[in-house]
């Protein structure tokens, strides 16, 4: 199972936006499986936000459709989250795998002020 590195989160006030990138170790490519974002809030369950498959179609769960986009560059290395008009909800840990992978990352925070 590949291992991957969350980068990119911050703190940020309502309403405005973050990028966040996941980066294959080892160079590890993000296209090879379906790739997910999942994000986390101290106390709750994990919970999945958006999948990219290998030939590029992307799902998002309701709660972030139509701010929330994922993507990967070129070189099918690093898989992105623009995250766009950001609310208190979003803050949490965001992270990235595979689908069906258990190894998760370290992850990186998001802080939406309220």
């Known amino acids: 199972q590949a291992q991957f590195v969350e980068s990119g989160g911050g703190l940020v006030q309502p309403g405005g936006s973050l990028r966040l990138s996941c980066a294959g170790s080892?160079?590890?490519?993000?296209?090879?499986?379906?790739m997910t974002w999942h994000r986390q809030v101290p106390g709750k369950a994990r919970e999945w936000a958006a999948s990219l498959f290998p030939g590029g179609a992307t799902f998002n769960a309701d709660s972030v459709k139509g701010r929330f986009t994922v993507s990967r560059d070129d070189a099918e290395t690093t898989m992105y989250l623009q995250m766009n008009n950001l609310k208190p909800e979003d803050t949490a840990a965001y992270y990235c795998?595979?689908?069906?992978?258990?190894?998760w990352g370290q992850g990186t925070q998001v802080t939406v002020l309220s």
């Open positions: 080892g160079g590890s490519s993000v296209s090879a499986e379906i």
């Open positions: 795998k595979q689908h069906g992978s258990t190894k």
